[in-house]
């Protein structure tokens, strides 16, 4: 597998873990306040880096490209300036309103990177040229 998916499904796992411990949280105090935290952890974090990851195995090509890690590092910093942010302002710290949107636009911009990854023109190997 990619080195790109290896990171992007690290990255997945470690959402996942943070996102079920929220969402634990609020089931076992029946304080359901964090909900838009947990699921944002969880689909954000978990499920899209995921399927990041699950694209970059089945298009090796696309993996090697800077692009590719461009994508994971912009996608990624935005989630981590964004999903901590977004659960201490449901938690009552409104002040934090500005890193939640601040962390929400790179984290757009960082699925803008995506699709320039996804309409890029595919490389193709010589070995797969002469099998095509
Ligand atoms: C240990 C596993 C989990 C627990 C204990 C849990 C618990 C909860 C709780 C207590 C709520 C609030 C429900 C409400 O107030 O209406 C919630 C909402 C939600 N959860 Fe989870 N959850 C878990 C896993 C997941 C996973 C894996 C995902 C997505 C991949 C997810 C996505 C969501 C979403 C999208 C909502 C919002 C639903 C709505 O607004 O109607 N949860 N969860």
Known sequence: MPQISQLFFKT????LIIGLI?????????????IAAHAH?????????????GYYALNPS???KRLA???YAMYT????????????MELG???LEP?????????????LVFAAVIFSKEVVGVREARQA
């Open 12 to 15: 997945a796992i470690i959402w």
């Open 22 to 34: 929220v969402g634990l949280q609020m089931g076992m105090s029946g304080n359901h306040t964090t």
């Open 41 to 53: 952890v969880n689909l954000l974090g978990w499920v899209s880096s995921a399927i990041f990851g």
């Open 62 to 64: 696309k993996a090697n």
């Open 69 to 71: 890690m461009v994508h």
């Open 77 to 88: 910093f935005g989630l981590l300036v964004m999903l901590p942010a977004l659960y201490f």
């Open 93 to 95: 710290n409104t002040q």
């Open 99 to 111: 890193l939640v949107g601040i962390g929400s636009l790179i984290t757009f911009a960082g699925a």
